[in-house]
């Protein structure tokens, strides 16, 4: 068995996520405790308490890495090794963290960076995103090649690409990409043109702070978004990690990847199905498996044998 830990982006974040690992156990009520001195945010009230704060980008990024690393670590508690690791978007931080090469307290601190120079990089309400469903990436290019200001941003599995972009260009691509085929075009409820060159001055921003922090060896691969490259070098991954938030999410090609490597086994850790939809449509011989919940650990030891 091959297995790989996979890790969601932004928009699966719910009020109680790892909340049953943190009752259970006091290292991850400690984790929560230094979660909350890296960031500044006071993280039991934020994963654990009724807000809206969860759902602003700043907040939701390291409360999201919080959570997963917590899963993280009960999997690797009871014997479950990953051989490979993907995170989609906000998710590579937490492939890199299961990877060894970036510390819990990084982690959480610098996606709380990312989250404020990505909500502050494009003035509230001149840009947005688009999923465009049933139509081929070349197609997509096609159109919005065509166009000043838009961009594909995600290649999440095949018939499901996001366009990203200033707000009056990607309105203008919706209905040419639906004349091009789209089964349908829905604009996302999002705070800005993530994964777009607009957002390249944050990525910079975000370059000064990465110089900062000290990477360590990689104990397994992880697969980069911003080339879907299984990458075992740490000297490259400041350079990715910058890349990644202007540069299109290539996880399609990431899937398609990890199965030519053998992976047979997707661990989704974290809350919802947004991988389990995304390796059903894109590599459909890969088991997932989701974990969020302690009794899911106990689960996938029943089913792993």
């Known amino acids: 068995m091959s297995i790989a830990f996979c890790y969601p982006g932004q928009g699966v974040q719910q009020v109680g996520m790892a909340e049953g690992f943190v009752k259970a156990d006091s290292r991850y009520q400690n984790m929560i405790t230094k979660a909350s001195e890296a960031s500044g945010i006071d993280m039991n009230k934020l994963l654990f308490e009724p807000n809206e704060d969860i759902n602003i980008t700043e907040f939701t990024q390291p409360a999201l890495v919080t959570a997963c690393c917590i899963i993280t670590d009960a999997l690797l508690e009871a014997g479950i090794k990953p051989d490979v690791t993907a995170g989609l978007s906000l998710g590579e931080y937490c492939s890199l963290y299961v990877a060894g090469a970036l510390g819990f307290e990084d982690a959480v601190r610098l996606t709380r960076i990312r989250g404020r120079l990505m909500s502050n990089a494009v003035p509230a309400g001149e840009g947005t995103m688009a999923a465009v469903i049933g139509l081929d990436a070349e197609t997509i290019e096609s159109v919005t090649d ?108 990431t899937l398609y990847e990890l199965e030519k490597m053998g992976v047979d086994t997707i661990i989704e850790v974290g809350p919802g199905k947004t991988i389990a939809g995304f390796v059903r449509k894109t590599v459909p011989s890969i088991k997932v498996i989701g974990v969020s919940t302690p009794e899911d650990v106990e689960s996938l030891l029943e089913k792993l044998g």
């Open 146 to 253: 065509k166009i000043d200001g838009c961009w594909p941003a995600n290649f999440n599995c095949p018939g499901q690409i996001v366009i990203t972009g200033k707000k009056e260009a990607v309105h203008e691509a919706m209905p040419k990409l639906e004349e091009a085929g789209a089964k349908k075009v829905v604009e996302l409820n999002v705070s800005g043109p993530f994964h777009s060159p607009l957002l390249k001055g944050a990525g910079d921003e975000l370059g000064k702070e990465l110089e900062n922090v000290c990477m360590n060896d990689l104990k397994i691969p992880y697969f980069a978004n911003a080339n879907a490259s299984k990458i075992t070098d740490k000297s490259q991954i400041k350079d990715l990690l910058q890349a990644q938030v202007s540069s299109p999410v290539r996880w399609e090609q």
